[in-house]
């Protein structure tokens, strides 16, 4: 049967966390122990209980009645409160019976402070006050004309969900598509060398897509030299986007903020090249910010192509210079048919017409907008029901207007009817930007901190359930890219603001601003020096619950030290604070115990020296992320009290062991690091109490082991969970055996995927290292150096990527190295990537021989890589048909063949000239060749598709090719090759970039008009070259760095206009430098 259209009030989930807390053992034995009157708690429970049979009304009505809006709001602000207080009483009840059992020294608990010692009377006083205020609002629902139905609604089952979601199909795009790809391809007349073309429509209505499947298009993509994407939004910040833009085109922006020095190098980098930008979502109209961004671009080859997408016509009209795009609504048929897709899924609407027909006229409630269609097919998504259709269909919300919101009536809908668990998940991310890229992971421990998830099961996975939940509705949706994030679309965005209300504020300014009472997430954008001034309106939030900064616009900061000492340690509500990249944070107050609801603290990337053993009373902390605190040397000593801590991120600090009694620590599931100190320190044993670790785990100074049985006991074979494990010594070590006992003691479960061993001092490995049971993809040892073979890595079934690397013992690599594989399997029957390098001692790889010649080695080998491996005489594997690349680097005595492999495109051969080269593969894309004395010519006369060619230190080289250069080639780079004949007979039509040093001593001139696709020429040490020539003729813009001409020559009239300004002043300076 399919799931029921349920719904849900948003408060629903809050009051059954209310319930489940007031149920808790630690609030009853509180209660019970301190001899509390348990009445009021008893009254609180039926007053909720008496409002949850109303909420729903109450939802629904408070769409178009103020006033059941602001009981709603009321009844948030003190369901809020009431958790406060309830999780106070649990909260010292839990650390009361923590002290018992730890049988913590009563000065130790004084020094802590780790039970309350404020009055109880006060908790009582407290209590009756939350319970007069709900009293108050229950008595209000009959005067408010709230009927009951539904209650308190718990969670429905839902259907299994995936990491992979499928993307939704577009429909009715493909003319508008078609068209946006003429105005690109076309050479218009206008003059322009770049054309701006703007896509305006509404909201919702699909500019985006469009943008991305024109962006996407193969034919687009090889019509331009480089590309590049930036989501501009609401603040138009011409710094950001120039950054994000030589970041596509350089792959590197440097750690400056210097705008001219941006603009300067951005456009060096587009001097002859085609471009195309896409500027998604503006919303600035000011003209000079739109001339300063685009000031750059102008030396961008003619045909090079903008393209922005705006709901603003005005926005359009200042930057166009082509007619804007108007995007319009998708046809009721196209709008159906996507709708459709969403909400039968794989099904057709055939098989059901009577909800075909109800399905219909929700869609022409849609107007066309597929963001409309396709979060209301999520929502019906499976559903059979016909008369919950009708209840979407017949809605009152559909009639709902608010000018000053612009909310879509079908997404308000579509919320309305999300289960009631799900509402205030998607509400807390109102606290985002606009384009503001979230993982699901990160995002999953904000909720899980605010008890925004039940109690039931693994949180995580409960978490990541409610995640997919909300993408498969079309609430969250990838962000595109190779990243794994998402982001929410701007309407979705504005409606999470408009259903969170006062609850969650967005500073996104520096300007002043008023923070209501009721105010509970608080996220602001980081400044270079964020002050206590931009703060101080917190403090009249006394329930703030949320602290977070945004690095949209500045990613690393200074804060006010009057913030950490005086101001957060105020708000005591606080479950969620982020002191992220705060490059001045050195010290946490000890007033931080004031945070006893304090969840999730994030320290990364700050200069964090030591933090205060008040830390460790901090009982409810589930996550405490300190990732790259280089100056953090230790943790406090009892870490050991914060039982409830399930990820511990200490990657990129400078630890020197871990503090006793981590073996407490029984909930947590990250623990990046484990470092093994002396005396006095946890031990490998500790970890085995340890049994909910997932993801990667590094164990470092493993040469402080003091007795291997205790790596027996850290019991990595049961912690199923694990994919990453890194097995670290701290160096050169003297006992060789109990290294290899430890190592054979730490063997993982069989399904780990990834796998380091570093400065093992074993002399041989263990026998599991290698077993066929294993099914890990990577493998990666380093500096083994006293380990004299190589386990039986063939044998791995999985296997994909393996490194070796400094292991000096090995002299040879035999039959041992492939093993004996199952019956049907290849030896490295998986491998993908290997590699082998600084082996100062190697001096064979041999082959591997099949007795009954029918199985080969290495058949999916794509990249091999060889380097520093000085004594290597033989050892390159034959019938490697699936290469794809090859690297050979510092093997001077390795004698072989170079492997013949029809699927190779790489080939780099350096410092190893006894490696023949015959004639290369017709299909190679990059070749670089350094250090071959007797080369004379290279063999590839059948090679039609080289793009880069890179010859240096070959004194004998005389001829490229010597068919000619392919006329794919992109770029040439020759040095140190005298002899060498450059042609001049043959006009290079893709050569784009030409760098020629203390070569080619025959070449006197250089006529440039055979690059007509040049834009950067790069000569050194030419000493013979006299001119350089061009004609007037051709676009022809080159950016040219010419340094110690013998003679300038005669430079040819006209070459200086097609030459960027400032292209000389490098080589000016150095004859400057040279006459000095």
Known sequence: MADALVGGAFLSAFLQVLFDRMASHEVLDFFSRWKLNNEPLKKLKTTLLLISSVLNDAEEKQIKSLVVKEWVNELKDAAYNAQDLLDEIATDAALYKLKAEMEISKNKVRSFNLISHSSYNAIEVKLEEVLGRLEFLAKQRDLLDLKEGGGCEKPSQKRPTTSLVEESGVYGRDGDKEAIIELLLENDGSGNNINVIPIVGMGGVGKTTLAQLVYNNKLVMESFDVRAWVCVSQEFDVLRITKTI????TSSTGDTDDLDLLQVRLNKSLVGRKFLFMLDDIWNENYLDWEVLRTPFKSGAYGSKLILTTRNESVASIARTVPTYHLKHLTDEDCWLLFAKHAFGNGESREHPELELIGKKIVNKCKGLPLAAKTLGGLLRSKLDSKEWLRISESNI????????????????????????????????????????????????????????????????????????????????????????????????????????????????DNSYDLSEKTRHFLYSRLKFDAYEKFEACLGAKGLRSFLPSDLSVRSGCLSKEVILDLLPALRSLRVLSLFDYWNLTILPDSIKNLKHLRYLDLSRTAIKVLPDSVCTLHNLQTLLLASCHSLTELPANMGWLINLRHLDISGTNLIEMPLRMDKLKSLQTLTSFILGKKGSSGLKELGELRQ??????????????DARDALEANLRDKLQLNELVLKWGGDTDDSKKNRDVLDQLHPHVDLTKLTIENYGGTVFPDWLGHAAYNIVSIQIHNCKYCDSLPPFGKLPSLKNLSIVGLDGVVNIGAGFYGTPASGRWPFGSLETLRFKNMSELQKWQPFTDDNGGAVAFPRLHQLCIQNCPKLTMGLPNGIFSLKSIVIDKCQQLVATLPSAPAIRQVKLQYCHKVVLNELPPQVLKLKIIGYDNLESLPMDNNNCLEELDNSDCP?????????????????????????????????????????????????????????????????????????????????????????????????????????????????????????
């Open 246 to 249: 030589l970041e596509a085109v």
């Open 398 to 509: 559909w009639s709902f207007s608010d000018c000053k919101s612009n909310i879509l009536p079908a997404l308000l809908l579509s919320y309305h009817y999300l289960p009631s668990h799900l509402k205030p998940c998607f509400a807390y991310c109102s606290i985002f930007p606009k384009n503001y890229k979230f993982k699901k992971e990160e995002l999953v421990l904000l909720w899980m901190a605010e008890d925004f998830l039940p109690k039931r099961g693994n949180l995580e996975e409960v978490g990541i359930e409610y995640f997919y939940d909300l993408v498969s509705r079309s609430f969250f949706q990838r962000s595109g890219g190779k990243n794994s994030c998402y982001v929410m679309h701007d309407l979705l965005n504005d409606l999470a603001l408009f259903v969170s209300g006062e609850f969650c504020f967005r500073m996104e300014t």
């Open 693 to 706: 670790l997932k993801g990667s785990l590094s164990i470092l100074k493993l040469e402080n082991v003091v």
């Open 956 to 1076: 004998s080289l005389m001829l490229l090719p010597s068919s000619g250069i392919a006329d794919t080639l992109k770029s040439l780079g020759v040095k140190n090759c005298g002899k060498l004949l450059f042609p001049m007979h043959h006009c290079y039509a893709s050569l784009e970039s030409v760098c020629i040093r203390s070569s080619c001593d025959s070449l006197v001139s250089c006529p440039l008009d055979l690059f007509p696709k040049m834009n950067h020429l790069d000569i050194h040490g030419c000493h013979n070259l006299r001119s350089l020539s061009v004609s007037n003729q051709g676009p022809l813009q080159i950016m040219v760095s010419v340094l110690l001409f013998a003679v300038l020559g005669n430079w040819t009239k006209g070459l200086e206009e097609h030459l960027l300004e400032g292209a000389f002043d490098e080589e000016k300076a150095t004859r400057s430098r040279m006459q000095k």
